[in-house]
């Protein structure tokens, strides 16, 4: 088959790789419909992360072909959405709504979904089914889900404690601060701040739900977000980028007693103790445990309720993937998603 | 009156203070019943703060002697339960339950209540008036819930959500900690592991309601306690230190999704990103609410529910209180009530 591989900084290719093959027999294989660039893909990329000869993707939806003997829940010709870490769905981390932490996780980067198919190991408590097959519409929507929309819910939701009556402010204009605005929305929050200085960002951000754009970082950025909270801060912040800057913003943004939802993957970042302790914010964030919410995400974008696929601003086909590397790199795309 | 006062590094003394007065009209004036020497008071003593010339003391029961023209809630003659940080406790912040940041908070250690008399700003929002005259002996309980004992509350009950099912886990042997185990019992923890070295602390541990102790630190004592939890780690730990170290040792005791309730005043503590985001803890913490909980600790302790003052283990007249200061010092005491 054909697939994205990273041979080094800067140097991505589609090349022939082994079809995947059942390993273990919890695996399913599936022939993936749609994949796409993830801005954690351009660390590596970048070279911030020391990556070579590496299969790449870790977002998928698509359709089953095959799964091994223990599969029960999950049958040959399902449509089908699961996430970046593969999850067992039955252990005590899971239960508590961990799946991303489970503790026979594995991690589906290293199975490289940019490709025609993928195996996903612990099918079952993995990969969540769609109620039928989804009109073709619905299809960049259902990926989002696969990672960005299912990030930005659990930032907004559960580590930012967004909700009816408060003011939720995002830090991030990608794919995954666009669309922790969208979840907030959703849940009611009665404010919406999105940082962002990208007029075709700030166009989005305001379709999803944004009721207002702040442009300046650091210290102006503050001030402003302080100004508009009656000198107090957000009582919900959502942190969707990973630099010092970024959880820095975020934490001083914050009200004593607000949360920040931090799902930025951190490079680099170190938190001074002393500043934090007297802040007095709820710091919650990490991988988000996406299988969590897709029951509930597929659904509403079955029913047309919320429309995250347009996070993707730029389509091509999987040959094209370098291009697709390219436009997110150099900012010209905020999320690329690539047909199979 | 007289008063302690913090000369320099190691150099306390009890001396002349001028008598206290009304200075806003929304203040207090009290005599001090029983005052105490705080964990916090050593950084400076120790010289890890820089503090020179400063009157001592934070923590404080007495009796209401004079209050200002605004004054309405509290009257001369009330004996009263105060706390380290003054409060409005009609601000937005204190309305969500965080009066140790209020936004008219004042810092009860500028005023110095180890001495005879103390101002208190802010007096409607802060003191707390017990239902009469305590008996003496509930004196020190009192006392504790005006810091330790809502610092320890805070930390296990808000923080680190401890409760029925769950299992706690303690860092830090002094007064917040056992007191942090207390609370933990009371709110029907499963188990409580206190992690302490000290014989005489394991067995006020074991009193208040601690199940196991761990006497290992650093990555023994993280695998102690993740041999009792199944390889998980606790749902809850309180962190009551504020070193490096203990910060380290309470989040990688914690499960994914677990909460850290981190209460020691931080010093030189630095968390490195990567491994709190791989963590997936929730972190909360910083200066304890402490009037939030005031009520209700007040009517435990008059309903003899609860005994916090067992943690002082040396009593001795406000005279001796550089005798008071020695014995925390040399680890020879865990906390020193001084009466008045």
Chains 1, 2 share one sequence.
Not at 173 to 202: F, P, T, W
Request: glycine content about 12%.
């Amino acid at each position: 088959m054909r697939g994205v591989i990273l041979r080094g900084p800067g140097d991505v290719r589609v090349e022939n790789r082994d079809d995947p093959r059942i390993v273990e027999p919890t695996d399913a294989v599936i022939k993936v419909a749609a994949t796409c660039i993830c801005g954690s893909d351009l660390w590596p990329y970048r070279g911030a992360d020391d990556v070579h000869d590496a299969p790449m993707g870790h977002e998928y939806v698509g359709t089953v072909t095959e799964v091994g003997a223990d599969v029960t829940k999950i049958e040959v010709g399902d449509f089908v959405v699961g996430s970046f870490f593969t999850s067992d769905n039955t252990c005590e981390i899971c239960r508590s709504g961990y799946q991303s932490i489970c503790i026979h996780r594995t991690p589906m980067g290293r199975e490289g979904t940019q490709a025609q198919f993928a195996r996903i190991p612990n099918a079952d408590g993995t990969l969540v089914a769609t109620p039928g097959t989804p009109d073709p519409d619905l299809i960049p929507s259902l990926l989002a889900a696969s990672d960005v929309l299912g990030t930005g819910w659990f930032a907004a939701a559960v580590a930012a404690q967004a909700g009816p009556g408060k003011t939720v402010a995002v830090v991030g204009d990608g794919a995954v601060g666009l669309l922790g605005i969208l979840a907030a929305k959703h849940l009611g929050a009665e404010r919406i701040i999105a940082m962002s200085r990208h007029a075709d960002r700030q166009a989005l951000a305001r379709r999803f739900g944004a009721t207002d754009i702040v442009e300046e970082r650091g210290a102006a950025g503050v001030a402003n977000i302080k100004e508009l909270t009656d000198g107090l801060g957000a009582h919900s912040t959502v942190e969707a980028v990973g630099t010092q800057e970024s959880m820095d913003q975020a934490i001083r943004s914050t009200r004593p007693g607000g949360h920040v939802g931090y799902v930025g993957v951190s490079h680099d970042v170190v938190l001074e103790g002393r500043p934090l302790f007297y802040s007095g914010v709820h710091l919650h964030g990490g991988p988000a445990p996406v299988r969590r919410f897709l029951p509930e995400l597929i659904r509403l974008i079955w029913d047309r309720a919320i429309d995250p696929g347009a996070v993707f601003d730029l389509t091509l086909p999987l040959e094209d993937a370098t291009v697709g590397y390219r436009a997110m790199d150099e900012r010209r795309a905020t999320k690329v998603l690539l047909t199979v």
